[in-house]
């Protein structure tokens, strides 16, 4: 049971995960198709530079 992440959560670093997560979960989004330029899923338009670092975050595509 998941919720919302806010960008504001990463202030807090009780929010953070691991980094060896977050370092998958960017892996992940590396070669993901929807990943722009300016480091935004074009799902879901978080910037997945500081997304990946919330530990109740989910990909939208639930690639992780």
Same mark, same amino acid.
């Given at each position: 049971?998941?919720k919302?992440?806010?960008p ?9 995960? $691991?980094?060896? &997560? ?6 992940i989004?590396?070669? !993901?198709?929807?990943l722009?330029?300016?480091r935004?899923?074009?799902?879901? $338009?978080?910037f &997945?530079?500081?997304k990946?670092?919330?530990?109740n975050?989910? !990909? ?5």
């Amino acid at each position: 049971d998941m919720k919302p992440v806010k960008p504001w959560d990463l202030l807090n670093k009780d929010n953070w995960t $691991m980094e060896e &997560v977050r370092a998958k979960r960017i892996e992940i989004c590396n070669a !993901c198709e929807h990943l722009s330029i300016t480091r935004q899923c074009k799902k879901c $338009m978080c910037f &997945v530079d500081g997304k990946t670092r919330l530990e109740n975050a989910f !990909c939208p595509l639930r690639k992780w």
